[in-house]
């Protein structure tokens, strides 16, 4: 039986507006798993990017020379260098040194001043492109049927995690082909640091990296999917 005759009370017409409106939440819930999917995906690769700025380990170096380096390993990263020493401490004890870049300095190579900028604008990318996502589900599951508000934020939000995932690719791959081909760097004498490395291998901020520019640039991709869902008038049978 047809809830056509219901409609005709006013309280009908409240049980059928209701149930409209049920049925327009589920068809825009139903249609939102992909950037649900992007919000979380979008999160875990901003956390990383975040932590991958922070990490020391961009570039492990292996020396030789283990007269200040006592490990013969020191980490080079984007803000500084850091190695262990035994020297001016107790037997038995070790110690951490880091250097932090100041300024700018012109024997830093560029890749490392560049993924400082493009880290920290991918950050902010990537905040951005989450609060877009996050306020567009918000209207998805209050039911708030705003087309255009929807698909625009889904739009932006895309748009931002797909710059996130570019502004974070260049400076890992930068920095991959620099170890790759074991480029060295004159640090200033005040590090005591070597120019260049017996060797040296990517450390576990650049996977870190890679991992974040494949999560942002599905994120962005997802987002950008959203298709606003075409809803016909339902009628409902009891």
Known sequence: MFLSSACLSSHG????????DLQRMSSLVS???LQLAALALGTVGWILC???MGTVEWRVWHLDNTTVISSGIAWVGIWKVCFISYLHVSPGYKEQFCHKFSGYDSSIPPEIYAAQGLLLIAMFMGLLGLTATIFALRNIYMGITHKTLITRFFLVGGC???LAGLCILIPVSWNFY????NQSITFPPSYHMPS????QE????IPMGVVAVILLLLSGTFSLSYRFPVTTNVIVKS
């Open 13 to 20: 017409n409240r049980v059928c507006d209701r149930v409209e």
């Open 31 to 33: 249609t939102s798993h």
């Open 50 to 52: 975040t932590v991958s």
């Open 160 to 162: 931002f995690y797909l």
């Open 178 to 181: 620099s170890v790759t081909h």
């Open 196 to 199: 260049s490395p017996a060797a």
């Open 202 to 205: 990517a450390g576990a901020a």
